[in-house]
């Protein structure tokens, strides 16, 4: 990497705790955040499933520069409480509870993060009259398969591997680089490692919201979302997880693509600056149509 001559690895524990504002009322009670007061809302969807939002904070703390921002923790993780069931549909009636306790009537903007991206996309494709836009990164291959649902219920059975309920941390890294400040000559950047702690829910709040995408639409259905998105690329090749940001700005009528090199699945973690620089411009401009 040009001008690249210093690798430091820092390890950062991300221990802050955010006040809760309150919880949102229904079943099950979802305990949500706010941050900033502008006319414009985002409403930031957390990876998993089940993992509590903290671990976004204080990254996506920086699109309140330009709309008011909800966090939420989904049912049966963090500090919201639990439920009978996890299945992307009762995630949608969720999501449809926040979004008229902040939003009602008008439309809102939804940021995801991995499996946040999946439940923005399938929100967006059941509720189209409430989204604005979508920012979308980290995203993942689409299982649906239009499954009925007593398909659903059988295919539970023979697929999913019950977990007793329990919650673990664990951690997640990327590189970043940094400005140096260094005197050496030509010495202009840097490269870090940064940690964050994770805390995972796990059990059937894991296991039916991700499964049960499989009775969602066909990938290709996909298109008839018709509203403006942001979608961040992570391009290196040897990730864990496949990035299906290409295929997603391929079936999507109004994608926009950005690529953010040598990143895994948290290009917003890799490059905060460019992520964010690219996410205010974008919507800055859905107010000048």
Not at 68 to 75: A, G, H, L, S
Not at 87 to 112: M, N, P, Y
Not at 227 to 240: H, M, R, S, T, Y
Not at 275 to 289: A, P, Q, W
Request: glycine share 6%; charged share 25%.
């Amino acid at each position: 990497m040009k001008n690249l001559f210093l690798v430091i690895f820092l390890c950062i524990s991300f221990h802050t705790v955010y006040s809760q504002d309150g919880f949102i009322q229904g079943e099950p009670a979802l305990a949500y955040w706010k941050v900033g007061s502008k006319a414009e809302t985002i409403i930031v969807l957390h990876g998993g499933p089940s993992v509590a939002h903290q671990y976004l904070r204080p990254e996506f703390d920086a699109f309140s520069k330009v709309a008011k921002v909800i966090y939420y923790d989904q049912r049966g993780c963090g500090k919201s409480k639990d439920a009978e069931s996890y299945i992307w549909q009762e995630h949608v009636k969720d999501l449809k509870r926040v979004i008229d306790t902040f939003s009602k009537g008008k439309k809102v903007i939804l940021a995801g993060s991995s499996w946040g991206s999946s439940l923005a996309m399938i929100y967006a494709y059941s509720n189209p009259e409430d989204i604005k836009a979508l920012i979308l990164s980290g995203t993942v291959e689409w299982p649906g398969k239009e499954m009925e649902d007593k398909e659903y219920i059988k295919y539970k059975a023979e697929k999913l591997t019950y977990l007793k309920p329990a919650t673990y941390k664990f951690i997640k890294k990327e590189e970043q680089i940094l400005p140096s400040k260094s005197i050496l000559p030509g010495a202009k950047e840097k490269l870090i490692i940064v940690e964050k702690e994770l805390e995972f829910f796990v059990g059937d709040n894991k296991s039916e919201a991700h499964y049960s995408l499989i009775t969602g639409p066909f990938f290709n259905k996909l298109n008839n979302v018709r509203v403006p998105i942001l979608i961040f690329f992570g391009n290196k090749a040897d990730c864990e997880i496949e990035d299906w940001a290409l295929k997603y700005a391929g079936i999507f009528t109004l994608a926009k693509l950005r690529t953010i090199k040598g990143v895994c699945h948290d290009p917003w973690l890799r490059d905060p600056t460019y992520f964010f620089s690219e996410s205010k411009k974008f919507i800055r401009n859905l107010n000048k149509h």
